[in-house]
Nanobody, 115 residues
Framework: QVQLVESGGGLVQAGGSLSLSCLASGRVFSSADMGWFRQAPGKERELVAVISGFSKTYYGDYAKGRFTISRDNIKNTVTLQMNSLRVEDTAVYFC?????????WGQGTQVTVSS
């Protein structure tokens, strides 16, 4: 069983930056994929970024060039650095771990970007 706890959300002005962190506890393999998804009101949950166990990264189109995902396999953390934030980035951001086909989710952290 894996538990995920996100932190770092909050309110920021457009153009600003936020860093989200997710701490994974339990048995987490370094080979697991770790990532971030987000869900805005009235919209479906969508992929923000994923980093594989080999540290290969994949970003949603809107995140490319603005967001950076990284992981620390010793601390079992995955971090999302978000720069040049836009109002449309407002959403609840969820940490995600996919380990051997089993998917785990955090409880989410709110990011609000004001104009």
């Amino acid at each position: 069983q894996v538990q995920l706890v996100e932190s770092g959300g909050g309110l920021v002005q457009a153009g600003g930056s936020l860093s989200l962190s997710c701490l994974a506890s339990g048995r987490v393999f370094s080979s697991a994929d770790m990532g971030w998804f987000r869900q805005a009101p009235g919209k479906e949950r969508e992929l923000v970024a994923v980093i594989s166990g080999f540290s290969k990264t994949y970003y949603g189109d809107y995140a490319k060039g603005r967001f950076t995902i990284s992981r620390d396999n010793i601390k079992n953390t995955v971090t999302l650095q978000m720069n040049s934030l836009r109002v449309e980035d407002t959403a609840v951001y969820f940490c995600n771990v996919n380990q051997e086909g089993v998917v785990y989710w955090g409880q989410g952290t709110q990011v609000t970007v004001s104009s």
